[in-house]
């Protein structure tokens, strides 16, 4: 899977959550922060990018419910490597 | 968009709130208001209405508190809601108390003015803990220096307006201790409206996902919550009480809404 696509994976699970404006635009602000660029991102900055994403998701879900979230986002990623 | 069981019961209590309220001013000679709706059988539903709403939001606002685990930025913030809106469940209670057990008039001032003014720092409070929450886990919602502009802005605003709404109300020939609290609520109001705009404005970034309809119905129900008491300090200043029922719509959107936004905050937590 293509780096790009790992990023549109971590969009559309917290989509419906934070909505699709914000989650595309939490993405992008969090992937500047973290160096990444035209989304080619390493192993350690996408989980940092889920860290950071999780961070926001708690004021919202709590932390057990957050952890879910973070767990759907590794399974997709998870899922579509092994699909690529 | 799906309705949920909790948006079907909001939202039949506040159609079914504006079908009894709405018509009443307009069709007040009706027999439908003078013999079925009375006065006092619009109290009877009225009250008990308000209280069901406002318990609601404090219990959920309470039970979020509980499950956002200790170090959360927003726990503050449901717990003060959750202070703030029980203080307006006491408020209420105390006028349902005069109006429904003891059959009089509510005095002015009385203990609900108590916990009414109680209440308003306790969710001044709770929303600006929001703001700073939304501000610390760095979502893209803007910069501080926009916030501070947008507050500034409807800080003046709001203060014209102050001025506009108290005049009246500072200059008739009442006690000094009605006319503070005449004047202290819809101030009050206006101080509330200032981190509730921002909020709104931070909220509809969201919009399309689960989150937003938490804030959406907590803050549009402060903001009924400031057009009743406006309505009601013009209506008793005008001698309009005739068209208190449209205040009482307010009041009963407001809670209804509060609660809304209080019960999906805590779906959101336990789903």
Not at chain 1, 12 to 30: D, F, I, K, N, Q
Not at chain 2, 10 to 36: C, D, E, I, N
Not at chain 2, 56 to 71: C, D, Q, Y
Request: with cysteine.
């Amino acid at each position: 899977m293509s780096e790009p696509q790992s990023l549109e994976t971590i969009v559309a699970v917290v989509a419906p959550y934070l909505g699709e404006t914000m989650a595309r635009a939490s993405v992008s602000a969090h992937c500047r922060k973290l160096g990444i660029n035209h989304g080619q991102a390493s192993g350690p900055q996408i989980e940092a990018l889920i860290e950071k994403l999780a961070l926001g998701l708690n004021i919202f879900l709590g932390r057990t419910k957050t952890g879910a979230v973070v767990d759907e986002i590794r399974k997709a990623l998870a899922s579509r490597g092994s699909a690529a | 968009m799906k309705l949920s069981p909790a948006d079907v019961f909001h939202g039949t209590f506040a159609a079914a709130a504006a079908l009894v309220f709405l018509p009443q001013p307009f069709w007040a000679a009706s027999p439908l208001y003078t013999q079925l709706l009375t006065e006092p059988v619009l109290l009877r539903l009225g009250a008990p209405t308000k209280l069901l709403f406002l318990f609601l939001g404090a219990l959920f606002a309470w039970r979020s508190a509980r499950l956002f685990e200790p170090g959360n930025p927003v726990r503050p913030t449901w717990m003060f809601l959750a202070v703030g809106i029980t203080g307006f469940f006491l408020g209420q209670a105390t006028l349902a108390f005069y109006q429904l057990v003891l059959g009089v008039a509510v005095p002015f001032p009385s203990l609900a003015d108590v916990f009414f003014l109680l209440a308003y720092p306790l969710l001044i409070l709770g929303f600006v803990t929001a703001i700073l929450a939304y501000e610390k886990v760095g979502f893209p919602i803007g910069t501080s220096s926009e916030r501070w502009a947008l507050a500034l802005l409807a800080g003046i605003v709001f203060a014209m307006a102050g001025v506009y709404v108290l005049r009246p109300i500072l200059a008739a020939p009442i006690s000094p201790l009605e006319r503070f609290l005449n004047a202290a609520y819809p101030a009050l109001d206006l101080v509330i409206l200032v981190p509730v705009l921002i909020l709104m404005r931070i909220a509809l970034r969201f919009r399309g996902g689960s989150v937003v309809r938490v804030w959406t119905a907590v803050l549009l129900g402060f903001c009924f919550m400031c057009v009743g008491d406006v309505l009601f300090a013009y209506f008793s200043g005008m001698g309009q009480e005739r068209l208190g029922s449209l205040v009482d719509l307010m009041f009963v959107w407001a809670y209804i809404s509060v609660s809304r936004g209080a019960v999906e905050q805590h779906r959101l937590l336990t789903s």
